[in-house]
Every structure is written in C-alpha cells, then in structure tokens.
C-alpha cells in the first residue's frame, strides 16, 4: 500500500520561506520520481518540481531560482524548500510519486504521467501579509 504524507504547510508573509516535507512508504518499483504538486482555489492543479532517483530535477518556470526539491533516500522523504513566497504560491500542495520505471522529472512536471500516479492528502500553505 503506497502511502504518501505531506507536512510542513503554513501560512506565511510574502518573502518568507517554508520547508515542506513527503513521507513516502510502499511505493512499488526500484526506479521511481518523486514530485510537488500544487492547487489553488477555482484553478487546475499544476507540477511544481520533480526529482527521480539519480537527483535530476525539473521545476515549473514559475518557481525556478525560489523553490528546490531534494530527497534523503535512506529516510524515504521528499523535501521542498520555498523561498522568496509570493501571494500566487499561495495553494494546497501535494506529494506525488511515480512509479514508471522510464519516468522523467520534466514529464512529471507537466503532468503527462498524472494517471499512472500516487497522491497525499495535501498540506496548505498561504502566503498573505
């Protein structure tokens, strides 16, 4: 059973940083990505980054130079840092895993492995002054 736990969510004031965390368990396959995901009210849901197993990434244009993925394979958990938050970050962001042995970071991102993919439940974070 694949188990994916977000953590680490906030609110926060514009320019401040955040740390958000993915516990995951039970994902299947030896070669897997792993990426964030966000949601804002009224919008579709986006890929923010994505990582595979060998540390590649990729990021969403909107977030480059602010936001970094990075993974601690012995603990099993996905990180992402925030920097400089702005308002329009300001969404429910998810952990997502992959599980197709060709996955790549960037297909991640754009969301065209969406439907082979394992979900959390989320965790709010709110960028407001």
């Known amino acids: 059973q694949v188990q994916l736990q977000e953590s680490g969510g906030n609110s926060v004031q514009p320019g401040g940083s955040l740390r958000l965390s993915c516990a995951a368990s039970?994902?299947?396959?030896?070669?897997?990505?792993m990426g964030w995901f966000r949601q804002a009210p009224g919008k579709e849901r986006e890929g923010v980054a994505a990582?595979?197993?060998?540390?590649?990434?990729s990021y969403a244009d909107s977030v480059k130079g602010r936001f970094t993925i990075s993974q601690d394979n012995a603990k099993n958990t996905l990180y992402l840092q925030m920097n400089s938050l702005k308002p329009e970050d300001t969404a429910m962001y998810y952990c997502?895993?992959?599980?197709?042995?060709?996955?790549?970071?960037?297909?991640?991102?754009?969301?065209?492995?969406?439907?082979?993919?394992?979900w959390g439940q989320g965790t709010q974070v709110t960028v407001s002054s």
């Open positions: 997502g895993a992959d599980p197709l042995p060709l996955c790549r970071p960037s297909t991640v991102v754009a969301g065209t492995d969406d439907e082979y993919m394992y």
């Open positions: 990582i595979d197993n060998d540390g590649s990434t």
């Open positions: 039970g994902v299947p396959g030896s070669r897997r990505c």
